[in-house]
């Protein structure tokens, strides 16, 4: 092989490791909205995973018009699903505990996640939900898709004010 060649290989094989990291979560540039603590495989800070606005809006999202005993009239919803969330974060665990701002916690099965389209939602028509607007995330399940889903169960689940969500094995 010429020697002109090294350099060439040098520049691919940096390519090739640079390329790898990339899969692993990145690095939150904006103030962290979100923190999943627990079995988490991909952490990006102490352990665990943590997400800015943007971090969340790259995800596969899903925006859904609804009703809910929260809002007024119909609404529309949109936010990365909550296991595209999960995904990125590397999260494997039966049950997620869903921690609010206030102190407030509710049990998810993960099967809630997987089986269904809920999303974590950050935006209420259209407008980044603040603190003062539920945000900055709440779990808003497909009440669009099913309306099965619209009782007591699924409202204590519907946790807005999103701190922390804990995966549990
Ligand atoms: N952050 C947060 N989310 C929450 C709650 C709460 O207190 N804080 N209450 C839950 C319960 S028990 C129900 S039934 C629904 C509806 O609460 P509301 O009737 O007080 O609006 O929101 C759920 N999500
Ligand atoms: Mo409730």
Redesign the pocket.
Known sequence: MGAHMKPLLAILLAAVLAASPAAALDEPKGPVILTIVGVVAEPNRDGSAVFDLAMLDALKGRRAKMDT??TQGEVEFSGPLLREVLKAAGAEGSRLLVH???G?S?EVPMSDALAMDTILATRLDGEVMTVRT?GPSMLVYPFDQDSSLFN?KY????????KQIEVVQ
């Open positions: 005993p929260w609010a701002l206030n407030y509710a539920k007591e409202f204590a689940r519907s946790v807005w004010q999103i």
